[in-house]
Every structure is written in structure tokens, then in C-alpha cells.
């Protein structure tokens, strides 16, 4: 009847929706594209503390293209941090190091140290 075939219909667009929206899991460090997980232009949300801040927009894009053209296996390019952002990544730092025990998971807890955070 009239609610068989309603119910047929949901039933496929959701089976469609599902399809559509799975997220091709990377297989190897090769299959992973800077450019698609690199979120970071000069495009942020009005409510971000960046927003109105030129310097600040085009700086993150710069940095975000040096991540970009970053190829696997290359040596990891050095950037040259201006003091105000080590002091604002320090202080974001010391307060996140306090959350990893309790709420990242156990491969970042154990490889904390091989990212020589300052």
C-alpha cells in the first residue's frame, strides 16, 4: 500500500545518504591529501578571532601552502614563528597537556614525545 511505499522510498534515500556520505579511510601516509585536511585558508567563520585581521588571514595561508606542498617522505620545512604565536601556542599547549591523559587516546599520549612540543 500507500505506507509500504513510503517507507520503501525512505528507505533508499537514507541507503543513498549513507552512501554518499562514507569517507574514504586512508590505507597508507601516501593516500593522504594535505590539501583536503588542511582546513586552513583565509576563509574563517565571522565568529573566529581572526576574522577582521588581514595580516593574520594571510600569514595562515601562507603557512597552509608550505603544509600543502609538503611532500611525504621530504624533509618537514622549518617556519619561522613570530613571538607572539609561540607565546599564544605555549599557553594553549600547557593547557591542553593537561587534558591528553584524560582525553586523547593512547597512540598520542605514547607518541607525545616525538613531536618535541616545546
Known amino acids: 500500500g500507500q505506507h509500504s511505499t513510503r517507507k520503501a ?21 601516501h593516500d593522504v591529501d594535505n590539501g583536503k585536511i ?18 593574520y588571514k594571510q600569514r595562515r595561508v601562507r603557512i597552509a601552502n608550505i603544509a600543502r606542498e609538503h611532500e611525504i617522505g621530504d624533509p618537514i620545512p622549518h617556519i619561522q614563528y613570530t613571538p607572539q604565536e609561540v607565546e599564544v601556542w605555549g599557553t594553549a599547549l600547557s593547557k591542553l597537556k593537561a587534558l591528553f591523559p584524560t582525553h586523547a587516546c593512547q597512540e598520542f599520549n605514547r607518541s607525545l614525545t616525538n613531536f618535541n612540543f616545546r
Do not use: C, M, N, R
Not at 522510498?9 to 579511510?25: F, G, L, P, W
Not at 588542511?38 to 595580516?55: C, N, V
Open 9 to 29: 522510498i525512505v528507505s533508499q534515500a537514507a541507503a543513498t545518504e549513507t552512501a554518499e556520505s562514507v569517507i574514504k579511510i586512508p590505507q597508507s601516509i
Open 38 to 55: 588542511l582546513g586552513f585558508g583565509a576563509d574563517l567563520s565571522d565568529d573566529h578571532p581572526g576574522f577582521h585581521d588581514q595580516e
